[in-house]
């Protein structure tokens, strides 16, 4: 079974408007980190937000947020006031075991964002 | 300012040569990753490194060398035994310590083979 399940290849959204990106994981660990990272088209991976299986808030980052069900295993990111800057690729990326040191992570296939003016 | 740096940006190679890939970082992590990334799929670690003079293979490890002879360098050799290197490739690396423990990218090296 896949560990990070990004069901969406592509999402449009209109400017200003909100987006959810879907998230599914799986995992046995009890210990375990939720990550959304945006790929632009330069290429760099830039971290946008963690939700740590303990956490009983949902995390969020600005217009960032995550929708953490933990009992449905999904981990959504949702961005609200879309800008055109969000064009991007968006992956989510799961750490199973506790934080330090080496992490293993996977990463799901990614959701294609483009925003429409 | 601290990051990762990653160079070339783009490298361009005959079949059958080997070629390396540097990544540094000055942000005193002991833990350093090496990812390739293929068109639409996500990223799939080759090899990583906990601590100096000491690395392990990931899931796709074939076809590739790593070295770890300081904490700050871990530089990646492309050998011909890769059946298909072209692709984009991600160095990253995590604090040893914290409540989070996001790992930090480089900018990625874009390595085409004629």
């Not at chain 2, 833990?31 to 100096?52: C, N, T």
């Amino acid at each position: 079974a896949q560990k990070i399940t990004q069901t969406q290849p592509g999402m449009f959204v209109q400017e200003k408007e909100a987006v959810t990106l879907d998230c599914t994981y799986d995992t046995s660990d009890q210990s375990y980190g939720l990550f959304w990272y945006k790929q632009p088209s330069s290429g760099e991976m830039i971290f946008l937000i963690y939700q740590g299986s303990y956490d009983e808030q949902n995390a969020t980052e600005g217009r960032y947020s995550l929708n953490f069900q933990k009992a449905r295993k999904s981990a959504n990111l949702v961005i609200s006031a879309s800008q055109l800057g969000d064009s991007a690729m968006y992956f989510c990326a799961m750490r199973e075991g506790y934080p330090g040191g080496y992490q293993k992570v996977t990463f799901g296939t990614g959701t294609k964002l483009q925003v429409i003016p | 300012d601290g990051g990762i740096t990653q160079s070339p940006k783009y490298l361009f190679r005959k079949e059958g040569q080997n070629v390396t890939l540097s990544c540094e970082q000055n942000l005193n992590h002991d833990a350093m990753y090496w990812y390739r990334q293929d068109p639409g799929q996500g990223l799939r670690l080759i090899y990583y490194s906990q601590i100096v003079n000491d690395f392990q293979k990931g899931d796709i490890a074939e076809g590739y060398s790593v070295s770890r002879e300081k904490k700050e360098s871990f530089p990646l050799t492309v050998t011909s035994a890769q059946k298909n290197p072209t692709a984009f490739y991600l160095c990253a690396s995590t604090p040893n310590r914290g409540k989070d423990n996001e790992q930090f990218f480089g900018p990625g090296t874009r390595l085409t083979v004629l």
